[in-house]
């Protein structure tokens, strides 16, 4: 608990109340037991604080939330504040008797109370922080969608697992599809299946986690439904010739003259393996040329460092940068990023013939063509951005360097394919004898010499590094022939 801090909550003290990196209240020094809660996210809520059972320091102590800033002001929350500690005075515990009434809310009204208190994350390195704003809208949207509609109208405390399967069951079959028009150029598209179902039903049962938490619920019907949670694993990925039709349909699409933002954010998605919204939303302030890295301030995973392939650094350097914008592709209206690479992806597979290609298969591309070129897993999870804390434990000492010749080099194939260019590089025949007064420094040289050129890697000091190694000429060919 922290610390009670003795300022009147004037609307001044509360507006100037600014988050921190943990949760923290403001006491009244006006009013006993009457505060403010500042949640990480900024979020702040009146509250009331008392002694349950007739008070005394053994009793326990109970919390009474009021309610958020903006739906009352600071004087409207301490007139409600005095009628809660009238009650207590009186020995009433309106903290018990709220969590009776809640045990008998509907599904509906919980999901409201999900989104005003329990939208954190709740497992992970980021436990207890407070959803993105993407990820919270996402998850409300399918809250309200598919549960309202179907379960809003039960009892919380009512719900069994058979409800959930049937829940289930539902959806899959398309009970909640709903296409309605909202507004000028606005429409809500439910669709529902069996991948709405599993992600619902996930929301549903951090739903109930949290009324667990709260203590609406003592049980959550959603564990014990038989009802499949986890989505099909994806294996798709583009083989280097599939790059090559996708690459060649970009460069259609842009010679027909669609908006070169999304070819080259597509291009880039190829390129990179980020994620769509990596790089969408990137900011100029997250390009790192020199250095050739993605310093991403925000990815799914928190702050993020991703080494950029020579192919990558190039196309980025190509593009404009618009005046007033951070973004490296800017929207066409307002101050936001281009989001309009929907229409033009499904022009380009389809162009290019690859149904059900998705920006997200090209990062399975890149891991793949790492794998496959022989990159080390620790190189791989470098170029991806990877959270697992297995592969960080491995990865964790990667140095840029290495890790950008790793990207370097699986970008480069990506690039020759996406120009329709699939010629693999092989290493070059070996033989027994060269030519007439080739020595076995030469032909080592060489043969390295060709290796490191067609893995991409600057060989113009093989000779002298050669040399150095095979100071003394006469014991060369026994220690070269040892080598090969």
């Known amino acids: ?56 320091r053994t009793a326990a102590q109970r919390f009474v939330t009021i309610g958020r800033l903006g739906t009352l ?23 018990d008797e709220r969590r009776a ?26 436990q ?11 998850t409300l949207a399918r809250l309200r969608n598919h549960v309202v509609p179907l379960l809003g109208h039960k009892r919380v405390s009512e719900l069994n697992a058979g409800d959930i ?11 909640t599809n709903r296409d309605e028009k909202i507004g000028p150029r606005k429409r809500i598209i439910v669709r529902g299946g069996e991948g709405a179902a599993r992600k619902v039903v996930r929301d549903l049962s951090a739903v109930f986690s949290f009324a667990i938490r709260s203590e609406i619920v003592q049980r959550n019907p959603c564990e014990t439904a038989a009802v499949r949670k986890t989505d099909n694993q994806r294996k798709r990925f583009l083989a280097l010739d599939e790059v090559a039709l996708l690459g060649s349909a970009l460069d259609a699409l842009e010679a027909e003259g669609v908006n070169s933002k999304a070819v080259n954010i597509a291009r880039l998605w190829a390129l990179t393996g980020c994620r769509r919204e990596e790089i969408a939303s990137l900011k100029w302030t997250e390009v790192n040329l020199g250095e050739g890295l993605l310093e991403l301030d925000d990815s799914k995973t928190g702050k993020s460092i991703r080494p950029l392939g020579a192919a990558a650094v190039t196309l980025l350097e190509s593009l404009p940068r618009e005046a007033g914008s951070a ?57 991806l951005g990877h959270s697992n804390p297995r592969s960080t434990a ?23 394919a996406l120009a329709g ?28 010499s060709a290796r490191l050129l067609a893995e991409g890697i600057d060989a113009s000091q093989v000779e002298r590094i050669l040399t150095d190694v095979f100071a003394v000429r006469d014991t060369s060919a026994k220690a070269i022939r040892r080598i090969l």
């Open 394 to 416: 491995i990865y964790a000492h990667v140095q840029n360097d290495p890790s950008r010749r790793a990207a370097s080099r699986v970008a480069k194939k990506i690039a020759a």
């Open 73 to 95: 002001t600071p004087e409207q929350a301490r007139k409600q504040a005095k009628i809660v500690l009238g009650g207590v005075a009186k020995g009433e515990d309106p903290a």
């Open 101 to 126: 009434r809640r045990r008998e809310m509907k599904t509906s009204a919980l999901i409201d109370l999900y989104e005003e208190e329990g939208c954190v994350i709740q497992r992970g390195k980021r």
């Open 327 to 383: 973004f490296v592709f800017p929207a066409e209206r307002g101050d936001s990023y281009f989001q309009g690479t929907k229409r033009i992806w499904a022009k380009a597979i389809k162009k290019a013939k690859l149904p059900g290609v998705t920006p997200h298969t090209l990062r399975h591309t890149i891991g793949s063509t790492a794998i496959s070129t022989g990159e080390a897993l620790a190189l791989t999870g470098a170029i």
């Open 165 to 175: 399967e049937r829940f289930v069951r539902d959806i899959t079959a398309g009970k």
């Open 1 to 56: 608990m922290a610390k009670r801090v003795g300022v009147a909550l004037t609307k001044r003290v509360v507006d100037f109340a600014d988050k921190r990196d943990r949760r923290y209240f403001i006491w009244d020094s006006e009013l006993s037991g009457f505060g403010l809660r500042v949640e990480m996210s900024g979020a702040k809520t009146f509250v009331v604080r008392y002694r349950a059972e007739g008070g005394g």
């Open 128 to 138: 207890g922080q407070p959803m993105k704003p993407l990820t919270k809208q996402l």
């Open 421 to 448: 260019n699939n010629q693999t590089s092989r290493r070059p025949p070996r033989k027994s004898a060269g030519p007439e007064g080739l020595t076995d420094l030469d032909r080592l040289t060489q043969l390295f």
